[in-house]
């Protein structure tokens, strides 16, 4: 099954984790994917390998999406390499965990500028681009923290609800031209920024997951290509929880 073949994807912090396996989920539909990454420039250049592997075309594109320039500079690379973006999805992210009374100031504004401020940026720059080809999707991961909140996750937990408040309202300012806009919120899901922590804090985790089971990236990835498919066509403004039932 090819339903993505010569569309143009960019995937904002790709290099590992969730992004990785996004990009390697929507390149197997016969997506082009565009790799964004901050400083794994390793990583980026074997993906695109991995990538070209499955007959694809793929890019690495070293930016900081959380600069105005930066991801300007993403877009705009995007668009020289393969001409349009069919699908934009927000990825990039970082965890300053702390509790609020310990928690830095440096801290906050470090995670809202990467999630939150970070989306807004390349959702702007990306838009001038759909609203020419009049259809896109975008398609934003938030997190389940974003709708329930967790203790020690202040900052993260705030910037991923402003993904969620950002989804609904540029769902309705795009709508007209044929552009969906959701988001994808992931619970528990093993990767590197999960693994660090402590066997005591997984297991308190795993007994509030009705499913019994920790996520995969790839569990994320499936419902990422299922928002890019035509299947989606007629969905937008929403926010999937792929959370083993962790928030209902």
Do not use: W
């Amino acid at each position: 099954m090819e339903d993505l073949k010569g569309k143009t994807v960019v995937v904002t912090g790709a290099s590992r984790g969730i992004g990785k396996a996004i990009a390697l989920k929507l390149a197997g539909l016969g997506a082009n994917i565009v790799i964004n990454y901050r400083s794994e420039s390793k990583s980026a250049e074997d993906l695109v390998e991995e990538i070209k592997a499955l007959g694809v075309k793929a890019e690495a594109v070293q930016a900081d999406v959380s600069s105005f320039e930066g991801a300007k500079n993403l877009i705009e690379k995007a668009v020289e390499v393969f001409g349009r973006i069919d699908i934009l999805v927000n990825n990039a992210g970082i965890t300053k965990d702390g509790l609020l009374l310990r928690m830095k100031e440096e801290d906050f504004d470090k995670v809202i500028e990467v999630n939150l401020k970070g989306a807004f940026n390349c959702i702007r720059h990306v838009s001038s681009v759909m609203l020419k080809q009049k259809c896109g999707k975008i398609i934003n991961i938030s997190s389940v923290v974003g709708i329930a909140g967790n203790a020690g996750q202040v900052n993260y937990s705030a910037a991923k609800a402003g993904i969620i408040g950002m989804t609904k309202s540029v769902a309705r300012e795009l709508a007209s031209r044929n552009i969906t806009v959701n988001a994808v919120a992931p619970g528990f899901i093993k990767t590197n920024m999960t693994e660090v922590l402590s066997d005591k804090a997984k297991e308190t985790t795993l007994k509030g997951i009705p499913l019994k089971r920790f996520g995969t990236a790839e569990d994320v990835a499936n419902v990422v290509a299922f928002l890019s498919l035509p299947y989606s066509d007629y969905i937008t403004g929403h926010v999937i929880n792929v959370d083993g039932g962790m928030v209902m």
